[in-house]
């Protein structure tokens, strides 16, 4: 094979590389092309995406709020709880003492 033939074969083969890669090129862009009518659907699918990012964030604070309110009531409740028992167990040993102070007033 000369030099003349060995140029003449390499830009054969370059060429129809080149043509290769551009009907790739062609294709990936025929099948992958969104229209104008797709692409509003894609923006209305993103604002109702952002709406929706929107009320989880104001639920999520809403129940981190309301968690809180609740976690302090549910201590308040337990204080209440404990100084009522505390009141109960001061309630019983002041009767038992009264009892015992009667059993001795009578029996004297």
Do not use: C, P
């Not at 009518?37 to 999520?60: I, K, P, S, T």
């Not at 309301?66 to 409740?77: I, W």
């Amino acid at each position: 094979m000369d030099r003349a033939k060995f140029i003449i074969a390499t830009a054969i083969i370059l060429f129809i590389t080149y043509l290769m890669g551009w009907f790739s090129h062609w294709l990936i862009h025929r099948f992958t092309r969104v229209s104008r009518g797709e692409m509003g659907e894609v923006d209305r699918m993103a604002q109702q995406l952002h709406e929706a990012e929107e009320a989880r964030d104001q639920a999520v604070a809403y129940f981190q709020q309301r968690e809180a309110e609740m976690t302090n009531q549910a201590n308040q409740s337990e204080a209440e709880l404990r100084a009522a028992m505390e009141g109960l167990r001061e309630a019983r040993h002041e009767a038992e003492e009264l009892r015992a102070y009667i059993e001795r007033v009578n029996s004297q």
